[in-house]
């Protein structure tokens, strides 16, 4: 059964062989010292509408990602060093559709059906932090822009470091301790 650990006191009094933590950028909430910042990124979806032509294979301009979903399309995403900001702004949307606009021109006729900004964590080297900070803890977050694309290594990963206790190569540039103390920015 899971329990809902809210801060680095809670985690250390959790009855457990073994903890994972991977918490995004508030991961630094339950273990200090670990230096993840949220960096902000929004998003559009567009749907098909009788006058637009939406593509149906992905795209990537130098300021924009078209991928193609039924019968929508999201847009994305900016990346901004915004800190623990989730508004959607103007300025953003103004730019994901100008720029998909330049590679899909009949996008424009497409109806937006949302607007969304989320929190994607990172580090100092915008890589992920990876690997067992004592012997029973595993962190695993950090990831930036490349969350779902590594999740599939990354779970394959934590779960060898669970199961044997030895990190997986792949993992060794990942290590915890490859950064000194950082500042870290509050969830709350």
């Known amino acids: 059964m899971a329990e809902a650990i809210t801060d680095a006191a809670a985690l250390a009094g959790l009855a457990a062989d073994a903890v994972v933590v991977a918490a995004g950028w508030c991961s630094s909430q339950l273990v200090p010292g670990l230096p993840v910042r949220p960096v902000k990124g929004q998003v559009l979806r567009l749907r098909s509408t009788s006058r637009s032509v939406l593509p149906t294979h992905v795209l990537r301009g130098r300021d924009v990602y078209v991928v193609p979903r039924h019968d929508e399309v999201v847009l994305g995403a900016t990346v901004e060093e915004a800190g623990p900001d989730t508004t959607v702004t103007a300025g953003a949307v103004h730019e994901l559709l100008r720029a998909a606009w330049e590679l899909v021109p009949g996008i ?81």
């Open 108 to 188: 424009a006729e497409a109806e937006l059906v949302e607007c969304a900004a989320g929190l994607r964590p990172a580090t100092p080297d915008n890589a992920p932090i990876i690997g067992a900070i004592d012997d029973r803890t595993v962190v695993a977050t950090g990831h930036y822009r490349n969350g779902v694309l590594l999740a599939p290594v990354t779970a394959d990963a934590v779960a060898e470091l669970v199961d044997t206790g030895c990190s997986p190569d792949v993992v060794g540039p990942f290590t915890p301790d490859r950064f000194a103390t950082e500042e870290v920015i509050s969830c709350s």
